[in-house]
Structure formats: C-alpha cells, structure tokens
Nanobody, 120 residues
C-alpha cells in the first residue's frame, strides 16, 4: 500500500520561505517520477513541480524561479523549497507520483497533505 506523509507547511508572510517534505513508501518512490501538487479552496488539484528518478525537473509557470523540487532516493523523501511565497500560493500541498495533468483526478490514494498559508 502506498504511504505518503507530507510535512513542513505553516503560516508565513508574503516573501517568506518554507520547505516541505514528503516521506514516501518505497513502492511508489524508487523508480517513479514524483511531484508536488496543491489544491486551494474551490480549485482543482494542480501540478506544482515534478522530478524524475534521475533528477530532471519541471515546474508550473506560477512557481518557476521561486520553488525548487528535489529528492533523496536513499531516504525515499521528496522536498519542495518554496521561496518568495505569495498569497496565491496558499493551498494544501500533496506529493504523489508524477502523472500528466489530465490524469491527476484519477489518482485515488493521497496523503493528508500539508497546509501552506501565506498572508499578505
């Protein structure tokens, strides 16, 4: 069974930074591309950033230049360094396998997520 445990969220002022972590079970992490997603109230879950098992990364336009995704394959842990946070980054952040945008709603197993709140 897939296990995903996100942590590191919190309340921060605009311009501040947070570092999120995701501890993943080996069955999902070891050979898969992984990603961070987020869901704001009233919005669909969206891709924030993805990383392949080899370290290639991609980012949503809204976070390029501000967020950095990384992974520690030895620890089965995914990270998201978020700098220069904006109020529009406020959302619950989740990690999971990286899937094409049209398949995000098809993912049935999610962790509890971690809340990020950015005040203006």
């Amino acid at each position: 069974q897939v296990q995903l445990v996100e942590s590191g969220g919190g309340l921060v002022q605009a311009g501040g930074s947070l570092r999120l972590s995701c501890a993943a079970s080996g069955s999902i992490f070891s050979t898969n591309a992984m990603a961070w997603y987020r869901q704001a109230p009233g919005n669909q879950r969206e891709l924030v950033a993805g990383i392949t098992s080899g370290g290639n990364t991609n980012y949503a336009d809204a976070v390029k230049g501000r967020f950095t995704i990384s992974r520690d394959n030895a620890k089965n842990t995914l990270y998201l360094q978020m700098n220069n946070l904006k109020p529009e980054d406020t959302a619950v952040y989740y990690c999971n396998a990286h899937v094409p945008r049209q398949f995000i709603t098809a993912i049935t197993s999610w962790g509890q997520g971690t809340q990020v709140t950015v005040s203006s």
